[in-house]
């Protein structure tokens, strides 16, 4: 059951985002309750070794993504994906590349047991957090004692406050013609048109929070992945599942060219034949969508 609930202390919404946040009914969004969830996202004693925090991965100045081409854990054990850019995560329908949990209470859990992210047992986890400062924030927030499933609510509140928008797209959405380039526009409307990209990246946050094949990367048993936003795209190069594209031109000349031929490829994945004035005005499109990152209600 989700419950839509406007923005909390008087906080107005980005522009370009919707103002009301789905958020469910059984972790109802609070101010203290996202700020134990910042420190928790912070918090390098929820890794074994005490060297990894969320942070480590998602990094504030690249909308929460690293830059790297697949994640790196404890001990510098490398992952098999791309940390994706945190942002908006709150409008999601399910979270992971493949989509595989169902809500962020049950995402913020995982990296913590990951061996190879954080690599520390939840009991682990509540338990450390039981001997410190924490305890009495837990029950400050959750009035009862530090357990697993608070542990999960706290830092998925704190994920839903982290919010991309007032972008120079929005501004010229809200009217202001001057706030992105005749370039840019052009690219707007090859995205909404001979491009098609509006087909799977639509609506404010550019998703239709569904899976499917471009041929990205290694091509496994489906090759599907969920559409990611595009807002802030331009801040956290490289590209992709398996960060396998360097720059935003190789995923646009990826797209031009139909995405990589596989057994399973989408039927809205197709030759474009776009010029490269064409390619270079999405680009500048793209560009237009990096705007201000607000987390935490700051
Ligand atoms: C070692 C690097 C690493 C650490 C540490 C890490 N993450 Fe991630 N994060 C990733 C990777 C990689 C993925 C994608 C994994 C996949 O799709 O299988 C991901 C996915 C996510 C997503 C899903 C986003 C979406 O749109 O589907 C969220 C939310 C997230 N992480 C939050 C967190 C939180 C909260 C923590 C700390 C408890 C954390 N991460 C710790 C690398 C990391
Ligand atoms: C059939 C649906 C679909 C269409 C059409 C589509 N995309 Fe995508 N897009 C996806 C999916 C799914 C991914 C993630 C693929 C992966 O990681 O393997 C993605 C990834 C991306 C990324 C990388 C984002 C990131 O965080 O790594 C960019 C940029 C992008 N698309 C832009 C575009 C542009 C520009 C177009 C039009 C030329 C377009 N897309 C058309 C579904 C689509």
Redesign the pocket.
């Known amino acids: 059951m989700v419950l839509w609930m406007a923005l909390a202390g008087g906080v107005t919404a980005p522009l370009g985002l919707d103002s009301y946040l789905p958020v469910p009914e059984d972790n109802p969004l609070t101010a203290e309750k996202a700020a134990l969830g910042r420190a ?2 912070r918090e390098k004693m ?2 074994r070794d005490r060297t ?3 942070t ?3 990094v504030e100045e690249k909308a929460f993504s ?1 830059g790297k081409p ?5 001990e510098g054990r490398v ?6 850019a ?1 942002v908006n ?1 709150v409008f ?1 329908k ?8 169902k809500s ?1 209470e049950e ?3 995982q ?2 047991s ?1 061996p ?3 690599d520390l047992s939840l009991a682990e986890a509540v338990e450390r957090l039981r001997e410190s400062a924490y305890a009495g924030e837990f029950r400050k927030v959750f009035a009862r004692e530090v357990n697993g499933e608070d542990l999960g609510r706290a ?2 509140t704190y ?1 839903r406050t982290i919010l991309s928008g007032d972008s120079p797209y929005d501004k010229y959405m809200a009217g202001d013609s001057r706030a992105i380039s005749a370039e840019a526009k052009e690219g707007l409307r090859l995205f909404r048109g001979k491009a098609g990209c509006i087909r799977c990246h639509v609506g404010f946050n550019f998703t239709d929070e569904r899976r499917h094949n471009t041929g990205a990367g290694k091509i496994d048993a489906e090759g599907l992945f ?1 559409t ?2 595009l807002r802030e795209v331009a801040r956290h190069a490289p590209y992709m ?1 398996d960060g396998s594209m360097a720059t935003l031109r190789d995923v646009i000349d990826f797209y031009d060219k139909g995405g990589k031929a596989n057994p399973r490829l989408d039927a809205e994945i197709r030759e474009l034949k776009l010029t490269e004035g064409e390619k270079r005005a999405l680009a500048a499109f793209l560009e237009s969508l990096s705007g201000r990152v607000s987390e935490g209600f700051r």
């Open positions: 928790l996202f929820l890794s990894v925090a969320c480590s991965c998602h690293d697949l994640a790196v854990g404890i992952g098999t994906r791309r940390s994706p945190i995560r999601g399910s979270f992971f590349w493949d989509g595989r949990a962020l995402q913020a859990l990296p913590i990951n190879k992210e954080m830092v998925a994920v969920k990611p936003t599942h």
